[in-house]
C-alpha cells in the first residue's frame, strides 16, 4: 500500500523556521522525482519545489528561491522542506507527491500524493 505522510507543520511567527518531512511507504521512492506543492486559503495549489531522483533540486518557486531548500534521504525514503524567514503568504496546506517528471519549469505530472500538513505563519 503506497503511503506518503506529511509532518513537522504547524504555528509560527513570521521569520521564523519549520522543516517539512514526508514519510514514504510501498513504492520505489528512488526511483520517482518528488515534489512539494501549497494551498492557500482559497487558492489553488501551486508547485513549491521538486527534486531529481538523485537529489538536485531541479525547481524551485521564485517567490521561495533562497528561503526554501528541498532535500530527500533516499536510504531513509523521506522528502525534506526547509522552510526559513517565512511570511504570512507561505500560509497553507503543503503536500508532498511522488512524480511523474521534474522539469526546470516545475513537476511534470503526479502519481502518488500525501495527506498534507497545515503550516500557519502569524503573529
Known amino acids: 500500500q503506497v503511503q506518503l505522510a506529511e509532518s513537522g507543520g504547524g504555528s509560527v511567527q513570521p521569520g521564523g523556521s519549520l522543516t517539512l518531512s514526508c514519510t514514504t511507504s510501498?513504492?520505489?521512492?528512488?526511483?520517482?522525482?518528488m515534489g512539494w506543492f501549497r494551498q492557500a486559503p482559497g487558492k489553488e495549489r501551486e508547485a513549491v519545489s521538486c527534486i531529481n531522483r538523485g537529489g538536485s533540486t531541479i525547481f524551485i518557486e521564485d517567490s521561495m528561491k533562497g528561503r526554501f531548500t528541498i532535500s530527500r534521504d533516499n536510504a531513509k525514503n523521506t522528502l525534506y522542506l526547509q522552510m526559513n524567514s517565512l511570511i504570512p503568504e507561505d500560509t497553507g496546506m503543503y503536500y508532498c507527491?511522488?512524480?511523474?517528471?521534474?522539469?526546470?519549469?516545475?513537476?511534470?505530472?503526479?502519481?502518488?500524493w500525501g495527506a498534507g500538513t497545515q503550516v500557519t505563519v502569524s503573529s
Open positions: 510501498g513504492f520505489a521512492f528512488d526511483l520517482y522525482p
Open positions: 507527491a511522488a512524480l511523474k517528471g521534474c522539469y526546470d519549469h516545475g513537476p511534470g505530472g503526479d502519481k502518488y
